[in-house]
């Protein structure tokens, strides 16, 4: 049986990192993080980029454009949404999440989610460099790691084992 842990190494990466505004105090500490954490992995500041959105709505459009320039590795996507008293949260948090996973299908490339939804802006503290770590510097580490993995998978065989040069 084979197993394969990936190891978050980002030397001669390309790595962008999305960041939404909205909730900026948060949001700032989850890209520095994620920049952070990029950069004491081997990611070279300078092949590092931070893209800002309005909101988290945003996201995912952003996140496509990026990858869509062939231009990155992988794409961290960090934002904050957090409840309110309508059911603005449940559509942004969703639908968000929704478009992050499509661009990842759709562009077969690494998307981490450093998306906090969070019941309270406390909650949210807590996630961005707080008690609870900073999510931003995981979905990071998380990205590095996918894409030693992807890196380390062997192409897969002929199923029918044709010779091209036949």
Do not use: C
């Amino acid at each position: 049986m084979a197993e394969l842990t990936g190891i978050p190494r980002g030397e001669g990466r390309r790595i962008a990192v999305v960041a939404s505004r909205f909730n900026e105090s948060i949001t700032t500490r989850l890209a520095e993080g994620a920049v952070e954490a990029l950069v004491r992995h081997g990611a070279s500041f300078d092949d590092v980029d931070v893209l800002w959105v309005p909101g988290a709505w945003e996201l995912p459009l952003l996140v496509r454009r990026a990858l869509a320039t062939g231009r990155y590795d992988g794409v961290v996507a960090v934002g904050a949404v957090i409840r309110g008293d309508t059911p603005h949260f449940d559509i942004v948090a969703g639908e968000a999440s929704r478009g992050l996973n499509d661009a990842m299908r759709d562009f077969d490339a690494p998307i981490t989610l450093g998306l906090l939804t969070t019941d309270t802006l406390a909650q949210a503290e807590a996630r961005a460099g707080g008690d609870h770590g900073n999510k931003g510097w995981d979905a990071a580490v998380a990205l590095l790691e996918v894409l030693d993995v992807i890196d380390r998978l062997e192409p897969a065989e002929d199923a029918e084992g044709d010779d091209d040069d036949a």
